[in-house]
């Protein structure tokens, strides 16, 4: 099919689904349209208005955009979106093309929606962790090319999901790309190399050379935990795959994690799974459900 004329041609790659492009007026969310774009070096859109209501999220690279005459700069974990009636402008620095995900939608609940999201009034906002939204566009991509009889009830619910994700996961984006979001994903980086070593998150803040009470802050900010359970979590979801799917023992997977004595680990990994290693395998195993974890009082 030929594209329709709001779609960019200014991109080097792109992956486009066309779920509907005459939704219905009276729906309360319908999904139109998607995909994910490697620009040009030279594009540049610059619409008076639009037909639907688009979310973009950039995954990769530096530009701008212009929302009601307002500047946004665009950066790693940038959202932004615009609709019928709202003049719009995006460029890409040439030197570092935009990589971003769009996906255009309609329908009663739609405004709502964005409204709670923050992205309404020429807003942008920054959303971490971005693989976490990168995931739903994906999902979206993958599922719009469904035959199911389902596949418009999960296209809707995953755009309904990924429009909620970026309300809980919203921060205000700033001009430029903060430097407490590059220590983020700095410490972030060292936290997932060195989860199976490290039992504090302090080394990463030394590497960073910023305080541990700072990467607390930050972690607070962008990624709504603390390192120490972030580091944690990755530990326990290490020890429950080695549970699954090795033939160690738990006085075995504690030592490869590091823990001094399997009592130690074994409380450890309830706090986080909210049962103990044996506990938890006997239940996996019989296919019984799991009790919620409790929330961690640390750190």
């Given at each position: 099919?030929?594209?329709?004329?709001?779609?960019?041609?200014?991109?080097?790659?792109?992956?486009?689904?066309?779920?509907?492009?005459?939704?219905?007026p009276?729906?309360?969310?319908?999904?139109?349209?998607?995909?994910?774009?490697?620009?040009?070096?030279?594009?540049?859109?610059?619409?008076?208005?639009?037909?639907?209501?688009?979310?973009?999220?950039?995954?990769e690279?530096?530009?701008?955009?212009?929302?009601?005459?307002?500047?946004?700069?665009?950066?790693?974990?940038?959202?932004?979106?615009?609709?019928?009636?709202?003049p719009?402008?995006?460029?890409?620095?040439?030197?570092?093309?935009?990589?971003?995900?769009?996906?255009?939608?309609?329908?009663?609940?739609?405004?709502?929606?964005?409204?709670a999201?923050?992205?309404?009034?020429?807003?942008?906002?920054?959303?971490?962790?971005?693989?976490?939204?990168?995931?739903?566009?994906?999902?979206?991509?993958?599922?719009?090319?469904?035959?199911?009889?389902?596949?418009?009830?999960?296209?809707?619910?995953?755009?309904?999901?990924?429009?909620?994700?970026?309300?809980?996961?919203?921060?205000?984006?700033?001009?430029?790309?903060?430097?407490?979001?590059?220590?983020?994903?700095?410490?972030?980086?060292?936290?997932?190399?060195?989860?199976?070593?490290w039992?504090?998150?302090?080394?990463?803040?030394?590497?960073?050379?910023?305080?541990?009470?700072?990467?607390?802050?930050?972690?607070?900010?962008?990624?709504?935990?603390?390192?120490?359970?972030?580091?944690?979590?990755?530990?326990?979801?290490?020890?429950?795959?080695?549970?699954?799917?090795?033939?160690?023992?738990?006085?075995?997977?504690?030592?490869?994690?590091?823990?001094?004595?399997?009592?130690?680990?074994?409380?450890?990994?309830?706090?986080?799974?909210?049962?103990?290693?044996?506990?938890?395998?006997?239940?996996?195993?019989?296919?019984?459900?799991?009790?919620?974890a409790?929330?961690?009082?640390?750190?």
């Amino acid at each position: 099919m030929s594209l329709p004329p709001f779609v960019s041609r200014q991109v080097q790659q792109a992956r486009r689904y066309f779920w509907n492009l005459t939704p219905d007026p009276q729906a309360d969310l319908a999904l139109v349209c998607g995909g994910c774009e490697r620009v040009a070096p030279d594009y540049l859109i610059q619409r008076g208005d639009f037909p639907y209501y688009c979310i973009e999220f950039v995954a990769e690279g530096q530009g701008e955009a212009v929302l009601e005459g307002v500047r946004r700069a665009l950066y790693p974990g940038v959202a932004f979106a615009y609709g019928p009636g709202v003049p719009h402008a995006i460029r890409t620095a040439p030197e570092t093309p935009l990589l971003k995900y769009y996906v255009d939608f309609t329908g009663k609940e739609a405004e709502g929606l964005l409204l709670a999201a923050g992205l309404l009034q020429g807003a942008s906002i920054l959303v971490t962790p971005a693989d976490e939204l990168i995931q739903l566009f994906e999902n979206l991509q993958r599922d719009s090319a469904s035959e199911h009889p389902a596949a418009g009830a999960i296209c809707t619910t995953l755009l309904r999901l990924l429009l909620l994700k970026m309300q809980e996961r919203a921060v205000p984006a700033q001009t430029s790309q903060p430097r407490s979001l590059a220590l983020f994903l700095e410490a972030k980086t060292l936290l997932e190399r060195n989860a199976l070593q490290w039992f504090s998150a302090e080394p990463a803040a030394l590497h960073c050379q910023i305080s541990p009470e700072y990467l607390i802050r930050i972690f607070r900010t962008y990624a709504h935990t603390t390192p120490y359970r972030f580091l944690m979590r990755l530990k326990m979801s290490r020890a429950a795959e080695l549970l699954l799917d090795s033939q160690l023992k738990v006085r075995e997977i504690a030592e490869e994690l590091g823990f001094s004595d399997p009592f130690h680990f074994s409380r450890a990994f309830k706090r986080f799974h909210g049962a103990s290693p044996e506990h938890f395998l006997r239940r996996v195993q019989r296919g019984l459900p799991l009790q919620k974890a409790p929330t961690s009082p640390r750190s």
